[in-house]
T-cell receptor, first 110, second 116 residues
Framework: SQTIHQWPATLVQPVGSPLSLECTVE??????LYWYRQAAGRGLQLLFY??????ISSEVPQNLSASRPQDRQFILSSKKLLLSDSGFYLC?????????FGSGTQLSVL | AQKVTQAQTEISVVEKEDVTLDCVYE???????LFWYKQPPSGELVFLIR??????QNEISGRYSWNFQKSTSSFNFTITASQVVDSAVYFC?????????????FGRGTSLIVHP
């Protein structure tokens, strides 16, 4: 069966430090992958999506970037974190028209 | 552009009450999909249902039921005889065919609190 792994679960980083969040999917090939952010008390904002290796679409101009170095790996990065980057980050993959989410990473930038 | 509105920010009920979560959507697509997701305190979003735009039949799954009405662009979610375990944030989402991407747009969510 297909599963999605996301880590770390929580992360506390100082302003100006780099970021790397990783997401991997098992049990499928060539999945569509997504990064969403959920700010406190707000809805889900799509950040990036990818339909294949090396193919990244950005939805919102920001301090973040994404990469897909392997078929089932999706990475969210930043060179220098801002306070406004704090939030709950969710990775998802799409199958049969539905999105299935990872367990999320709670990022606190201090 | 597509848009999902969940006007209820927070709903508080007592266990065993019925509760309806509202969802209103906007889209220019003739083919689209509507979803409901549950986000319990653990944070992970759990898929509940998907409905396509050509199927207006209401659906019931245990204590959950969904009412899709194209005439009012609504896709409401009712929990019958609510339980404490139903406490969560519920998201409605819309996925349309614009550009062929079918990327879901989520509403802001409704926080449901069920008191014992």
């Amino acid at each position: 069966s297909q599963t999605i792994h996301q880590w770390p679960a929580t992360l506390v980083q100082p302003v100006g430090s780099p970021l790397s969040l990783e997401c991997t999917v098992e049990g499928t090939s060539n999945p569509n992958l997504y990064w969403y952010r959920q700010a406190a008390g707000r809805g889900l904002q799509l950040l990036f999506y990818s339909v294949g290796i090396g193919q990244i679409s950005s939805e919102v101009p920001q301090n973040l970037s994404a990469s897909r170095p392997q078929d089932r790996q999706f990475i969210l990065s930043s060179k220098k974190l801002l306070l406004s980057d704090s939030g709950f980050y969710l990775c998802a993959w799409r199958w049969d028209g539905k999105l299935f989410f990872g367990s999320g990473t709670q990022l606190s930038v201090l | 552009a597509q848009k999902v509105t969940q006007a209820q920010t927070e709903i508080s009920v007592v266990e065993k009450e019925d509760v309806t979560l509202d969802c209103v959507y906007e889209t220019r697509d003739t083919t689209y999909y509507l979803f409901w997701y549950k986000q319990p305190p653990s944070g992970e979003l759990v898929f509940l249902i998907r409905r396509n735009s050509f199927d207006e039949q209401n659906e019931i799954s245990g204590r959950y039921s969904w009412n899709f009405q194209k005439s009012t662009s609504s896709f409401n979610f009712t929990i019958t005889a609510s339980q404490v375990v139903d406490s969560a944030v519920y998201f409605c989402a819309l996925s349309g065919s614009s550009g062929g991407s079918y990327i879901p747009t989520f509403g802001r969510g409704t926080s449901l609190i069920v008191h014992p």
